[in-house]
């Protein structure tokens, strides 16, 4: 049994992790920017590249798109986003985390009802290691299991 309390006392910058409804009981365990370099104009052409291949696949839309660019010009105006109910699904959680790795300004994030499953989790996990921003992450009834969970919680001790 992993106990998220004892990850968020480690943790040093999120306060709030929401996760009812993905495998987690009632005690709280669980069960069973960038400069103009030319190496970061690079990753963000990289980055583009992924979003115009998500808009192909139908995974994104447009403004979802656009939330992207503006997570990676790290846009001081975007604090919070709120993807609750929109099915972007792992793929679209693994591009939101990708965007996020290196933004200073989101602060919360909330992903209630959006087809995470262990995948995306564990996309947000590696981008929890290195965001030092988000303090709140909201997580509830999407379909992340044991092994999205751990990967968080080992995050959040790191």
């Not at 994030?109 to 981008?127: E, H, I, M, Q, T």
Request: proline fraction near 1%; charged fraction near 25%; charge should be negative.
């Amino acid at each position: 049994v992993v106990s998220f309390i004892g990850a968020l006392e480690h943790n040093t910058t999120l306060k709030t992790l929401g996760v009812e409804n993905c495998g987690v009981n009632e005690a709280g365990s669980l069960g069973g920017g960038g400069g103009s370099s030319k190496g970061s104009s690079r990753k963000k052409v990289n980055r583009l590249e992924q979003i115009e291949s998500l808009l192909a696949d139908r995974q994104i839309d447009a403004n979802f798109e656009s939330l992207l660019e503006r997570l990676l010009d790290d846009d001081y105006r975007v604090t919070g986003i709120d993807l609750s109910g929109r099915r972007i699904g792992d793929k679209g959680v693994a591009r939101l985390a990708e965007a996020l790795v290196d933004n200073t300004q989101v602060r919360q994030l909330w992903l209630r009802g959006c087809n995470v499953g262990d995948p995306g989790a564990k996309a947000l996990a590696s981008c929890l290691e290195q965001n030092m921003t988000i303090v709140d992450l909201f997580l509830a009834n999407n379909s992340v299991g044991n092994a999205g969970l751990v990967a968080i919680s080992d995050a959040l001790e790191s």
